[in-house]
C-alpha cells in the first residue's frame, strides 16, 4: 500500500476538523433543476492552506437522496495490492471496484451523501490496512480526545478499539504492521497492541492484556520484515508480533523485546524523530527536529575500538522541518524538508548513503538534491524512480542519480501515488487520472472539481461539466465521467413542475446558507440537507467591563472571535510548527517577544517578523514585578521597552506594535502607567491555559500540572467571546511531559468547530472600541 496525506489537512470519521479562518466555512451554490426533478449544485468549502474547492451532488427533488459526483482528493491511497483506488476528504471516504473504476462511499462509513454533515477544515488521515481490508478511523469525544473504530471493509462490521484516547491533529494514533495483521496504539502514556485476526475471530483479549508498556506510537516504528521497534530514551528495542502477548504479561516487569541498539541521545518524542532500515540494521534520527544522524544499531557501545566511526551528519536550520524520508533497499536515504522563507514554504531535500560495515569514514555526508517547488515525493515499488509532486504537475526522476526521466504537467497536482513500477495515480485539483509512464497514456479516475455545469441538452438525466476546455459527462445516478464531445448544458433553471428551489440565506452553524425545496403542487417546504451537526454556543445576554488600563478581553456580544497570544520568553523549541500552522490556516496571531529571546534567537524573530502576525513587547528580561526584590520604577519600565525595541528592530529591521504585557502578566500600576506614558497599550488575558507550568512547578502545587489534552479542553471549557488565550513558546522550568503547541491545531479545531474567528489583539482592540 502506497499513502499520500494531503498537507493542507461522516459521523466523525478522520476527522479533528480544523476549519479555516471563518466562522462559517460551507456554500451551497449553483443550483440547477432538471425537468425530471433532480437537482444540481456544488458545495463549496474553505480549506486551510488551499484556496477551498467545490463539490458537485446531484439530489432526488422528492427523496433528498444524494450522489456526489465529484471527488476533491484531500488523501489518498492505493489498497488492496495495487487494485483499488481510496480517496479522503470532508465529504466522506470513497473506495473504487478493483480496476480503478465505480468510485464511491465506503459502505457502512458514514459521508454527506447519506446523512452526514460535512466535515471542516483540515483532516486527521485515517488509517487503511496495507491490504485494503480494514480501515482506522477516529471518532472524536471531545476537542482532544476520541474513539479509536476498526472497520472491517468486507464484512461491512466495527469495533471500538479503544475509547477515549488522546490524539493529535498531525498525528494518527495507530500503526499497522506491513502485513496487516496486528497494529499498535497509544492511549495516555501507554502503547497497546491490536490482533486483526483475534478481531475477526472474536477473541480480542481484554485492554489490559495488550499493553506493550509505556511509551508513544512516535517512539515506534515496523521494519519492513514486520518487527516492531521502540525507542525508549537511548534504547532501542525490537518486538517480534509473536512476542506481544507475552509482552503484555509481563509489561513493567521486564524491558519490551530484545535491546538491539543504543542511541547517541535521548529520544523526546515531542521534538524527535526517527526511521528503520529495511533490513532493521540501521536508524535515521532526527534530534530536535534539526539534527539528523545515520547510525548502525548495535546494543554494546563500550569497549571495542574497531566499532569508533563518524555518523554521517546533516544539521538543518531552525527553520525547516522533516517532512518524509525514502528509504530504499539500496541504504540511499532521501530526506524531504519543508522550510519557512519570507512566510512561504520552500522545499528541500539531501540524500546520504548508508556506509556499508568496514567502510565508515569521516567522508560520509548528505548531499542536496534539486526539488524546487516540491510539495511531496514518493517512491516506486521497484525503488528505481522516484515521483516529485509539485503545483504544475509530476516529475519522475531516476532514483539513483535524481536524473530527470519524464515531465507529467498536470495543473493543481497534489498527490502522485505508485501503482506498479511503470504506473500511477496522479490527483490534482481537476482530476484524478491513472497514468503509463510507458506510453504516457492517461485514463481518467474520477473529476475532482466541477467547471462550469449543468444538465445535458441531448442526453436526458446526463450531467457535462466543462474544465480548462475539456468537456466530460456522466449519469446524475453514479459518478462515471467520460470525455464529451462538446458542451451542451440546458439553460440553468430553479423549478420544474413540480419543485421549485433556491438557497436560504440564513446561516447555520458551519454552514452559510442550505437548499430549500418547495413543493409546487402541493404545501410546504423542507431542507435538501441535514442540518449541520453542532450549534454555536449563544452570545452572554449583556458585555462585561475592563479596566482602563489593561485589555484582557474583547467584546462578549458583539463578534464571535478571540485572539491567541503567543509568549515568546527565551528558547524557540516550537516556534516553526506554530509558524507553519498560522501560514496553513491563515490565520493571523499576536506574538510577545521578550528582549532575551531576541538575543538568544535572532533568526527566529526574523521568522516571526516575516510571517505576517502581529508583534508585541513583553520588556527586555524575564522578571516579576511583584517581586520585592526589583526596583520597577516608571524609569526602569521605559528603559526595558525601549530596549526591546531596539534590539528586535536590529535583529528583524521591523517595528514592534505598541502592545506589552509583563513577563508572566504581574502588573503594578507603576508598570501600566509608565507604559501608557509611552503610548503601549497594556494586553491581559482572561484564560490561562497553565502550559507554562513544568514538571517542577507541578511538584510544589498539586492540580496545577496537567497533559496537554487536559489542558486544550479546559481551554475550550474557558473561551468565550472575546478571549485572549496565551500559549508559551519554548520549554518552561523543569521541562513537561507535552507541550501546548504541539497540539495547537487541536485548540484551533475546537475554537473554529464553536464558530469563533481568530483575529490579532489589534483587531479585538477595535472591534470592542
Same mark, same amino acid.
Given at each position: 500500500?502506497?499513502?499520500?496525506?494531503?498537507?493542507?489537512?461522516?459521523?466523525?470519521?478522520?476527522?479533528?476538523?480544523?476549519?479555516?479562518?471563518?466562522?462559517?466555512?460551507?456554500? @451551497?451554490?449553483?443550483?440547477?433543476?432538471?425537468?425530471?426533478?433532480?437537482?444540481?449544485?456544488?458545495?463549496?468549502?474553505?480549506?486551510?492552506?488551499?484556496?477551498?474547492?467545490? =463539490?458537485?451532488?446531484?439530489?432526488?427533488?422528492?427523496?433528498?437522496?444524494?450522489?456526489?459526483?465529484?471527488?476533491?482528493?484531500?488523501?489518498?491511497?492505493?489498497? !488492496?495490492?495495487?487494485?483499488?483506488?481510496?480517496?479522503?476528504?470532508?465529504?466522506?471516504?470513497?473506495?473504487?471496484?478493483?480496476?480503478?473504476?465505480?468510485?464511491?462511499?465506503?459502505?457502512?462509513?458514514?459521508? &454527506?451523501?447519506?446523512?452526514?454533515?460535512?466535515?471542516?477544515?483540515?483532516?486527521?488521515?485515517?488509517?487503511?490496512?496495507?491490504?485494503?481490508?480494514?480501515?482506522?478511523?477516529?471518532?472524536?469525544?471531545?476537542?482532544?480526545?476520541?474513539?479509536?473504530?476498526?472497520?472491517?471493509?468486507?464484512?461491512? =462490521?466495527?469495533?471500538?478499539?479503544?475509547?477515549?484516547?488522546?490524539?493529535?491533529?498531525?498525528?494518527?494514533?495507530?500503526? +499497522?504492521?506491513?502485513?496487516?495483521?496486528?497494529?499498535?496504539?497509544?492511549?495516555?502514556?501507554?502503547? *497497546?497492541? &491490536?490482533?486483526?485476526?483475534?478481531?475477526?475471530?472474536?477473541?480480542?483479549?481484554?485492554?489490559? +492484556?495488550?499493553?506493550?508498556?509505556?511509551?508513544? $506510537?512516535?517512539?515506534?516504528?515496523?521494519?519492513?520484515?514486520?518487527?516492531?521497534?521502540?525507542?525508549?530514551?537511548?534504547?532501542?528495542?525490537?518486538?517480534?508480533?509473536?512476542? *506481544?502477548?507475552?509482552?503484555?504479561?509481563?509489561?513493567?516487569?521486564?524491558?519490551?523485546?530484545?535491546?538491539?541498539?543504543?542511541?547517541?541521545?535521548?529520544?523526546?518524542?515531542?521534538?524527535?524523530?526517527? +526511521?528503520?532500515?529495511?533490513?532493521?540494521?540501521?536508524?535515521?534520527?532526527?534530534?530536535?527536529?534539526?539534527?539528523?544522524?545515520?547510525?548502525?544499531?548495535?546494543?554494546?557501545?563500550?569497549?571495542?575500538?574497531?566499532?569508533?566511526?563518524?555518523?554521517?551528519?546533516?544539521?538543518?536550520?531552525?527553520?525547516?522541518? $522533516?517532512?518524509?524520508?525514502?528509504?530504499?533497499?539500496?541504504?540511499?536515504?532521501?530526506?524531504?524538508?519543508?522550510?519557512?522563507?519570507?512566510?512561504?514554504?520552500?522545499?528541500?531535500?539531501?540524500?546520504?548513503?548508508?556506509?556499508?560495515?568496514?567502510?565508515?569514514?569521516?567522508?560520509?555526508?548528505?548531499?542536496?538534491?534539486?526539488?524546487?517547488?516540491?510539495?511531496?515525493?514518493?517512491? /516506486?515499488?521497484?525503488?528505481?524512480?522516484?515521483?516529485?509532486?509539485?503545483?504544475?504537475?509530476?516529475?519522475?526522476?531516476?532514483?539513483?542519480?535524481?536524473?530527470?526521466?519524464?515531465? #507529467?504537467?498536470?495543473?493543481?497536482?497534489?498527490?502522485?501515488?505508485?501503482?506498479?513500477?511503470?504506473?500511477?495515480?496522479?490527483?490534482?485539483?481537476?482530476?484524478?487520472?491513472?497514468?503509463?509512464?510507458?506510453?504516457?497514456?492517461?485514463?481518467?479516475?474520477?473529476?475532482?472539481?466541477?467547471?462550469?455545469?449543468? +444538465?445535458?441538452?441531448?442526453?436526458?438525466?446526463?450531467?457535462?461539466?466543462?474544465?480548462?476546455?475539456?468537456?466530460?459527462?456522466?449519469?446524475?445516478?453514479?459518478? /462515471?465521467?467520460?470525455?464529451?464531445?462538446?458542451?451542451?448544458?440546458?439553460?440553468?433553471?430553479?423549478?420544474?413542475?413540480?419543485?421549485?428551489?433556491?438557497?436560504?440565506?440564513?446561516?447555520?452553524?458551519?454552514?452559510?446558507?442550505?437548499?430549500?425545496?418547495?413543493?409546487?403542487?402541493?404545501?410546504?417546504?423542507?431542507?435538501?440537507?441535514?442540518?449541520?451537526?453542532?450549534?454555536?454556543?449563544?452570545?452572554?445576554?449583556?458585555?462585561?467591563?475592563?479596566?482602563?488600563?489593561? @485589555?484582557?478581553?474583547?467584546?462578549?456580544?458583539?463578534?464571535?472571535?478571540?485572539?491567541?497570544?503567543?509568549?515568546?520568553?527565551?528558547?524557540?523549541?516550537?516556534?516553526?510548527?506554530?509558524?507553519?500552522?498560522?501560514?496553513?490556516?491563515?490565520?493571523?496571531?499576536?506574538?510577545?517577544?521578550?528582549?532575551?529571546?531576541?538575543?538568544?534567537?535572532?533568526?527566529?524573530?526574523?521568522?516571526?517578523?516575516? /510571517?505576517?502576525?502581529? =508583534?508585541?513587547?513583553?520588556?527586555?528580561?524575564?522578571?516579576?514585578?511583584?517581586?520585592?526584590?526589583?526596583?520597577?520604577?516608571?524609569?526602569?519600565?521605559?528603559?526595558?521597552?525601549?530596549?526591546?525595541?531596539?534590539?528586535?528592530?536590529?535583529?528583524?529591521?521591523?517595528?514592534?506594535? #505598541?502592545?506589552?504585557?509583563?513577563?508572566?502578566?504581574?502588573?503594578?500600576?507603576?508598570? #501600566?502607567?509608565?507604559?501608557?506614558?509611552?503610548?503601549?497599550?497594556?494586553?491581559?488575558?482572561?484564560?490561562?491555559?497553565?502550559?507554562?507550568?513544568?514538571?517542577?512547578?507541578?511538584?510544589?502545587?498539586?492540580?496545577?500540572?496537567?497533559? %496537554?489534552?487536559?489542558?486544550?479542553?479546559?481551554? %475550550? =471549557?474557558?473561551? #468565550?467571546?472575546?478571549?485572549?488565550?496565551?500559549?508559551?513558546?519554548?520549554?518552561?522550568?523543569?521541562?513537561?511531559? !507535552?507541550?501546548?503547541?504541539?497540539?495547537?491545531?487541536?485548540?484551533?479545531?475546537?475554537?473554529?468547530?464553536?464558530?469563533?474567528?481568530?483575529?490579532?489583539?489589534?483587531?479585538?482592540?477595535?472591534?470592542?472600541?
Amino acid at each position: 500500500m502506497t499513502t499520500v496525506r494531503s498537507r493542507t489537512l461522516a459521523a466523525a470519521i478522520l476527522v479533528v476538523a480544523l476549519t479555516s479562518n471563518v466562522a462559517a466555512d460551507i456554500e @451551497f451554490v449553483g443550483l440547477d433543476v432538471s425537468a425530471d426533478d433532480r437537482i444540481l449544485f456544488s458545495a463549496r468549502v474553505e480549506v486551510p492552506g488551499e484556496p477551498g474547492y467545490d =463539490t458537485l451532488f446531484s439530489a432526488d427533488a422528492k427523496t433528498g437522496e444524494l450522489v456526489q459526483l465529484t471527488f476533491y482528493p484531500e488523501s489518498i491511497a492505493i489498497v !488492496d495490492d495495487g487494485r483499488r483506488l481510496q480517496i479522503r476528504n470532508r465529504f466522506g471516504v470513497f473506495m473504487t471496484e478493483r480496476g480503478f473504476t465505480g468510485l464511491a462511499p465506503l459502505p457502512g462509513i458514514p459521508s &454527506f451523501a447519506r446523512g452526514s454533515t460535512v466535515q471542516q477544515g483540515r483532516l486527521v488521515d485515517s488509517q487503511p490496512s496495507p491490504d485494503g481490508t480494514m480501515l482506522l478511523y477516529l471518532s472524536p469525544v471531545s476537542p482532544a480526545r476520541g474513539d479509536l473504530i476498526l472497520f472491517d471493509l468486507g464484512r461491512k =462490521t466495527e469495533s471500538v478499539v479503544a475509547r477515549s484516547i488522546e490524539y493529535s491533529a498531525d498525528r494518527f494514533p495507530a500503526s +499497522w504492521s506491513p502485513d496487516s495483521r496486528y497494529f499498535v496504539y497509544g492511549k495516555a502514556s501507554d502503547l *497497546f497492541y &491490536f490482533s486483526a485476526e483475534q478481531s475477526r475471530q472474536g477473541r480480542v483479549p481484554d485492554e489490559s +492484556w495488550r499493553k506493550i508498556g509505556t511509551g508513544r $506510537v512516535s517512539q515506534a516504528r515496523w521494519s519492513a520484515n514486520g518487527s516492531l521497534y521502540l525507542l525508549r530514551d537511548r534504547s532501542m528495542y525490537r518486538i517480534m508480533p509473536e512476542e *506481544f502477548f507475552t509482552q503484555a504479561i509481563y509489561s513493567g516487569i521486564v524491558q519490551p523485546g530484545i535491546l538491539v541498539g543504543k542511541a547517541p541521545f535521548p529520544y523526546d518524542p515531542n521534538f524527535d524523530s526517527f +526511521w528503520i532500515s529495511p533490513d532493521g540494521s540501521k536508524v535515521l534520527l532526527c534530534k530536535d527536529g534539526r539534527n539528523i544522524f545515520l547510525y548502525r544499531l548495535d546494543p554494546d557501545d563500550f569497549g571495542r575500538e574497531a566499532a569508533v566511526n563518524a555518523m554521517p551528519y546533516l544539521f538543518l536550520q531552525g527553520n525547516t522541518i $522533516v517532512d518524509q524520508v525514502l528509504w530504499p533497499s539500496s541504504d540511499e536515504v532521501t530526506v524531504f524538508t519543508a522550510s519557512l522563507r519570507d512566510g512561504k514554504r520552500v522545499s528541500g531535500a539531501y540524500r546520504v548513503k548508508a556506509p556499508i560495515p568496514g567502510e565508515e569514514s569521516l567522508s560520509a555526508g548528505f548531499l542536496s538534491l534539486d526539488v524546487a517547488g516540491a510539495t511531496g515525493i514518493s517512491l /516506486s515499488p521497484d525503488e528505481s524512480r522516484a515521483a516529485i509532486v509539485t503545483p504544475d504537475g509530476v516529475k519522475i526522476r531516476r532514483y539513483s542519480n535524481w536524473a530527470i526521466e519524464r515531465d #507529467l504537467p498536470s495543473p493543481g497536482a497534489i498527490h502522485a501515488v505508485w501503482v506498479a513500477q511503470d504506473k500511477l495515480v496522479l490527483a490534482s485539483s481537476g482530476a484524478i487520472e491513472m497514468i503509463g509512464l510507458a506510453d504516457g497514456a492517461r485514463a481518467l479516475v474520477a473529476l475532482g472539481q466541477p467547471g462550469a455545469y449543468g +444538465w445535458s441538452a441531448a442526453e436526458p438525466g446526463t450531467v457535462v461539466t466543462s474544465k480548462s476546455g475539456v468537456a466530460y459527462k456522466s449519469p446524475a445516478s453514479a459518478p /462515471s465521467w467520460a470525455h464529451a464531445a462538446t458542451f451542451d448544458p440546458l439553460p440553468q433553471s430553479t423549478n420544474s413542475a413540480n419543485y421549485r428551489v433556491y438557497p436560504d440565506g440564513i446561516a447555520s452553524g458551519s454552514y452559510r446558507n442550505t437548499i430549500m425545496v418547495r413543493s409546487a403542487k402541493g404545501l410546504g417546504t423542507r431542507s435538501l440537507l441535514p442540518a449541520p451537526g453542532k450549534a454555536y454556543t449563544p452570545f452572554p445576554v449583556q458585555d462585561e467591563a475592563r479596566g482602563a488600563l489593561v @485589555f484582557d478581553h474583547g467584546s462578549r456580544i458583539r463578534r464571535r472571535e478571540v485572539s491567541l497570544a503567543f509568549n515568546a520568553y527565551d528558547g524557540a523549541e516550537g516556534l516553526v510548527g506554530v509558524l507553519d500552522t498560522l501560514r496553513e490556516y491563515g490565520i493571523r496571531a499576536t506574538f510577545f517577544v521578550n528582549g532575551e529571546f531576541v538575543r538568544r534567537n535572532p533568526g527566529a524573530a526574523r521568522l516571526i517578523a516575516e /510571517s505576517g502576525n502581529e =508583534t508585541g513587547n513583553m520588556f527586555f528580561s524575564v522578571f516579576d514585578a511583584t517581586d520585592a526584590r526589583y526596583r520597577a520604577d516608571a524609569e526602569f519600565v521605559k528603559r526595558g521597552l525601549a530596549r526591546t525595541e531596539d534590539e528586535y528592530f536590529a535583529a528583524t529591521g521591523a517595528e514592534l506594535s #505598541l502592545l506589552w504585557h509583563s513577563p508572566n502578566y504581574s502588573i503594578s500600576s507603576v508598570l #501600566l502607567e509608565a507604559a501608557a506614558e509611552m503610548n503601549y497599550n497594556y494586553i491581559g488575558r482572561d484564560v490561562d491555559p497553565l502550559d507554562w507550568v513544568g514538571r517542577f512547578q507541578g511538584t510544589l502545587t498539586q492540580g496545577l500540572y496537567a497533559g %496537554v489534552h487536559d489542558l486544550v479542553e479546559r481551554t %475550550v =471549557t474557558a473561551v #468565550l467571546p472575546g478571549s485572549i488565550v496565551p500559549v508559551r513558546i519554548g520549554i518552561p522550568d523543569g521541562g513537561r511531559e !507535552d507541550y501546548f503547541y504541539n497540539e495547537l491545531p487541536l485548540l484551533l479545531n475546537a475554537l473554529l468547530a464553536d464558530g469563533y474567528e481568530i483575529v490579532p489583539v489589534s483587531v479585538l482592540m477595535k472591534h470592542a472600541e
